[in-house]
């Protein structure tokens, strides 16, 4: 079964909205988690990294004002397009590495956001 | 960036066929993963080598790994129609838990 979760799977926003998009790992917990953006057919962009109880790592190029990232518990990570355009309109997908077995990633099904 | 290029891009064959695909990357790392994500999902962990590894199977996957060439192939053995989708390298360099930098991929579709 799923062992990292996202929340909505879609969502439709106006331009110039925000959305949250929600990350959590179920039944483990993570001191960090990844954001990603996969644009169709593209292969996955690193965004940011998301570190509980501290600030997020940005990657070079991603606006940290744009994307505000929220590591509010060990099981919870947030997402935020704030402002929101039609470019950003993507495939956002997180991840939580496996815990025992380093290295491995567990990711979420993804969100597919699409601004209007 | 993305450090890892695959190839090919996209891959078309019949079930039962064996598929190979190749991934490329530039820098030194610790370990080199496979996933696979169907059409509008997550990713899914396949396998993991190490760099000091340079062959992996696991069940229908062989995976090979040279360092001196900073390259991967991961081959998929007779092939079933379920096995399509898109399949992804991913390559880090830090310590566990570190990020990830993923391949361009190659989409395999496989003909029933």
């Known amino acids: 079964g799923a062992v990292v979760s996202q929340h909505p799977s879609r969502v439709i926003c106006k331009s110039g909205t925000s959305v949250k998009i929600e990350c959590r790992s179920l039944d483990f917990q993570a001191t960090t988690m990844f954001w990603y953006r996969q644009f169709p057919k593209k292969s996955l962009m690193l965004m940011a990294t998301s570190n509980e109880g501290s600030k997020a790592t940005y990657e070079q190029g991603v606006e940290k004002d744009k994307f505000l990232i929220n590591h509010a518990s060990l099981t919870l990570s947030t997402l935020t397009v704030t402002s929101a355009h039609p470019e950003d309109s993507s495939f956002y997908i997180c991840s939580a590495p496996r815990v025992g077995s380093s290295y491995e990633q567990y990711f979420g099904p993804g969100t597919r956001l699409t601004v209007t | 960036s993305q450090q890892g290029e695959e190839d090919p891009q996209a891959l078309s064959i019949q079930e039962g066929e064996n598929a190979t695909m190749n991934c490329s990357y530039k820098t030194s790392i610790n370990n080199l993963q496979w996933y696979r994500q169907n059409s509008g999902r997550g990713l899914v962990h396949l396998i993991l080598?190490?760099?000091?590894?340079r062959e992996k199977h696991s069940g229908r996957l062989r995976v090979t790994l040279d360092t001196s060439k900073k390259s991967s192939s991961l081959l998929i053995t007779a092939s079933r129609a379920a096995d399509t989708a898109s399949y992804f390298c991913?390559?880090?360099?830090?310590?566990?838990?570190?990020?990830?930098?993923f391949g361009t991929g190659t989409r395999l579709a496989v003909r029933p």
């Open positions: 080598i190490r760099s000091n590894e």
């Open positions: 991913a390559t880090d360099a830090g310590s566990s838990g570190d990020k990830l930098t």
